[in-house]
């Protein structure tokens, strides 16, 4: 048997494969060693692995740079319609392999050399890793884009278990250095905090302000071996030369220096919460820095782009709509609608009315969540305090928005106070997400049922009043990075039967369904997933000291830790296989690897003591002899892009089992299906879309819908009920409950049971019976590797929909007003 190709001689393959690519290799090799050689100074000539990563990376941003440099011209001369796509978080994980596919070079460099140290970790989960992926799609499609966020200094912690407790620790990513970025002082921007306001004839003024300045530093964005780059822009906060020190408080010179880092704190540390709203002021002071500084480069660049002439040629706001179009990435960046409203009123005289449309034109707004405790609604008190002159134009928008509601709806007072941006109550607070309805002229979901519940539930009023604002864009993943960098074995399979441009048109993965029954590709497909599973084997038992069976099912759950999510639901599954193992340990049990990573908010009680019981669980399970390898439990320390890129390739089981209404969308998910394993799930978020592209009967869904959910919510849940009907549940919670799995501490868990037997917002007991049955059905489906493999076929072939460049193609022909193009720029070396 011939040995099977390394991901390096496949990634050679695949980018020969009629490809230009590397016309250079001579070249680039003597780049390399140029950047090497500088690198290793005087007093030291053994190059360490960092020299090398450092060498490759600056040559490969040397070839990246003649085509950012031209991309960005050529914008200036053709004057496209620009997208900004603002966002305080970008998951973008490591850069140098995602821009050697981009730009055809892989084939010239041997990656286990050149493994990059750090992950740019600049977000939580899913929004920041969606924004990266827009960010590669829009290149790809040659959108004329920016993504605009803050250069964190620590991106979100990094995990250690100790003990089998989550350990934060900071993550120091810029300690060695990025080669991918580029500072821009020139560009550098104030912006202005607290100060009062004086209202004149001539206008309003802002005035007795703390200036930060914003400092920016450009990341180069590479489309798909099209040789175009865009700009990824993430703004640092600096504090002025004379912060603190106008104030000659005397002898305060050495304080006022130290102060510095007041101001500097605006850019330290990503707030590490998923899907929940934490109102601290250093939060909103985030918020409206990337807000005001991004303004302000895009009516700079507004003003003075036009062919041909650097003079400032542009005054007409009219125009901005027909030039500009913002992305708001959820209501993070609200504040660029009062902002924007600031400054065409105040700075640049227009009346409101004509600002007011300018504005709503412009920006677009994108919703990600229904929880309730997700939702920003800042306090009153604290706006008033750090942004006076938002407050009074907030508070303007509200007054001319409730008069077009009660014109609309006469003596509905009720309908006033909910569609109110001001919150009433209590204390005062602004509904974020009500001022990003109001401000934008698109409003959309992330899934279909996402986008439906929207209308139905939280912004009903709003959908009422205005119907046409409300869309739907189901989210996508980027194929280059989720599929030919992660899993280079499965993009060569697929490329030898239909060619290789399904990288760039996903839905050409449909091509795959003829070969529905063809022994050889069936055979190919197992082949590289068992490949990967032996891979990733080596990883796991590097870093677990667990052996792990390679033949069994590798049942992954990986996403952030929350209730919603329900990984004690996938707990409950653990337990009741193992006692089934236990009870009839003759039986041909299917054997399985059940492995569940993500982090937890560090301020989330319930969420740390779920990763409590996952790794007591894994003591118990992987240490009885009776079980053997039939049954493994691992938890993933660390969950991050890096870590997703080996386990998701390597997956056969991917858990998608979110109360039905409550996970808006999921990426994981598409990344999973995409990678060849099939999906455990609830009809919820884009699984609904999933199972109706690849045919529900080709994945396992289970559960409540939404309807049921809703009717259970109707009638109450009573999680007694279950617990007293359903033995095999009772067993394990009592197991839970009387520290079966926490001998030392036998009620160690007592809070989670209490949860779960009495405010369980999420019925974690209702589904538990048929997620048992579906289990069950996964089982036997895995003992018959030719159908399990025919279903995974059924599953890539329907995973055309969920590329982020069909995403990012209707976004952009249905709110940006721009058409996407496949259409190459010259490279710079051509000569013309």
């Given at each position: 048997m011939s040995k099977p190709l390394s991901d390096h001689d496949r990634k050679k393959q695949i980018s020969v494969r009629g490809l230009a690519g590397v016309e250079n290799v001579a070249d680039l090799k003597q780049n390399f060693n140029r950047h090497l050689h500088f690198t290793l100074v005087k007093d030291r000539n053994v190059a360490t692995k960092r020299d090398y990563y450092f060498a490759l990376a600056h040559t490969v941003r040397d070839h990246l740079m003649g085509r950012w440099i031209r991309t960005q011209q050529h914008y200036y001369e053709k004057d496209p319609k620009r997208v900004y796509y603002i966002s305080l978080e970008f998951y973008m994980g490591r850069t140098l392999q995602n821009t050697m596919v981009n730009l055809a070079l892989e084939n010239a460099c041997d990656e286990a050399t050149y493994q990059e140290t750090a992950d740019a970790g600049l977000g939580n989960g899913g929004l920041g890793r969606l924004a990266a992926c827009f960010l590669d799609s829009m290149a790809s499609l040659g959108l004329a884009a920016y993504g605009y966020g803050i250069r964190y200094e620590f991106g979100i912690f990094n995990q250690k278990i100790v003990n089998g407790w989550q350990v934060e620790e900071a993550d120091d990513w810029l300690r060695y250095g990025n080669p991918w970025e580029k500072a821009r002082p020139e560009y550098m921007r104030p912006v202005?905090?607290?100060?009062?306001?004086?209202?004149?004839?001539?206008?309003?003024?802002?005035?007795?302000?703390?200036?930060?300045?914003?400092?920016?530093?450009?990341?180069?964005?590479?489309?798909?071996?099209?040789?175009?780059?865009?700009?990824?822009?993430?703004?640092?906060?600096?504090?002025?030369?004379?912060?603190?020190?106008k104030d000659f408080n005397v002898g305060g010179y050495i304080q006022a220096v130290l102060d510095r880092n007041l101001a500097e704190n605006i850019s330290r540390v990503l707030y590490p919460n998923d899907n929940f709203f934490e109102g601290k002021e250093l939060r909103l002071k985030q918020e409206y820095f990337v807000v005001s500084a991004t303004l302000q480069d895009i009516i700079r660049r507004f003003k003075v782009s036009k062919f041909g002439s650097r003079d400032i040629v542009r005054t007409d706001f009219n125009k901005l709509p027909e030039k500009v179009a913002i992305q708001l990435n959820d209501t993070h960046p609200a504040m660029a609608i009062p902002e924007l409203m600031r400054v065409l009123v105040d700075e640049e005289s227009l009346p409101w009315?004509?600002?007011?449309?300018?504005?709503?034109?412009?920006?677009?707004?994108?919703?990600?969540?229904?929880?309730?405790?997700?939702?920003?609604?800042?306090?009153?008190?604290?706006?008033?305090?750090l942004l006076p002159r938002h407050l009074e134009i907030v508070y303007e928008i509200n007054r001319r928005h409730l008069e077009r509601v009660a014109a609309k709806y006469p003596g509905d007072h009720d309908r006033l106070r909910r569609m109110s941006l001001i919150e009433e109550g209590g204390q005062k607070r602004i509904n974020m997400a009500h001022l990003c309805i109001v401000g934008a002229h698109a409003v959309n979901g992330v899934a279909q049922i996402h986008s439906d519940i929207l209308k139905a539930t939280i912004f009903k009023d709003f959908y009422e009043m205005e119907p046409h604002k409300f869309q739907n864009k189901t989210n996508g993943i980027t194929p280059r990075r989720w599929l030919v960098m992660c899993n280079p074995g499965l993009a060569e399979v697929i490329a030898e039967r239909i060619g290789e441009e399904y990288i760039r048109d996903l839905d050409q993965l449909k091509g795959l369904l003829k070969y529905i029954n063809d022994d050889a590709f069936i055979r190919d497909i197992a082949k590289v997933k068992?490949?990967?599973?032996?891979?990733?084997?080596?990883?796991?038992?590097?870093?677990?000291?667990?052996?792990i069976n390679p033949n069994s099912m590798f049942d992954i759950q990986v996403k952030r830790i929350h209730e919603y999510k329900r990984q004690l639901l996938n707990c409950l599954h653990i337990i009741t296989y193992y006692n089934r193992i236990k009870r009839e340990p003759n039986k041909q049990w299917t054997p399985r690897t059940v492995m569940i990573g993500g982090k937890a908010a560090p301020g989330y009680h319930t969420a740390k003591m779920i990763i409590r019981l996952i790794t007591a669980i894994g003591e118990v399970v992987n240490n009885d002899p009776v079980v053997g390898d039939r049954l493994k439990v691992i938890f993933l320390e660390n969950y991050r892009v890096t870590l997703a890129e080996k386990a998701i390739p390597a997956a056969d089981l991917s858990e998608q089992i979110s109360t039905a209404g409550t996970e808006a969308s999921g990426t994981g998910n598409m990344k999973f299906m995409l990678n060849g394993a099939l999906t455990i799930g609830t009809m919820d978020g884009a699984n609904v879309e999933m199972a109706e592209e690849a045919g529900e009967d080709n994945l396992f869904i289970f559960g409540m819908r939404v309807d049921d959910v809703d009717a259970m919510d109707k009638r109450g849940y009573h999680a007694q009920e279950y617990y007293n009907r359903l033995p095999e549940l009772k067993q394990a919670i009592d197991q839970i409950a009387g520290g079966f799995f926490s001998p030392k501490q036998p009620d160690l868990f007592k809070e989670i049971i209490n949860m779960l037997m009495h405010h369980d917002r999420f019925k974690v007991f209702a589904d538990y019976e048929d997620y048992i049955k579906s289990q069950e059905k996964v089982n036997a489906l895995y003992k018959n590797p030719k159908e399990w493999t025919k279903k995974v076929i059924y599953n890539i072939a329907g995973c055309g929909k969920f590329s982020s460049d069909r995403t990012i193609a209707q976004y952009a022909r249905e709110i940006w007003g721009m058409e996407p193009t496949l259409e190459k720029l010259a490279a710079p070396d051509d000569k013309h």
């Open positions: 202005h905090f607290y100060g009062r306001t004086e209202h004149h004839p001539d206008g309003v003024k802002w005035v007795d302000t703390q200036v930060v300045l914003a400092l920016p530093y450009d990341t180069p964005i590479p489309g798909y071996r099209n040789n175009i780059v865009n700009t990824m822009r993430l703004w640092s906060a600096k504090a002025p030369c004379e912060f603190n020190l009315e004509m600002a007011w449309d300018i504005c709503v034109r412009t920006c677009a707004y994108t919703n990600h969540t229904v929880l309730p405790e997700a939702l920003e609604r800042w306090p009153v008190d604290l706006f008033a305090h068992q490949e990967n599973k032996l891979k990733f084997s080596v990883h796991l038992e590097d870093h677990y000291k667990v052996k």
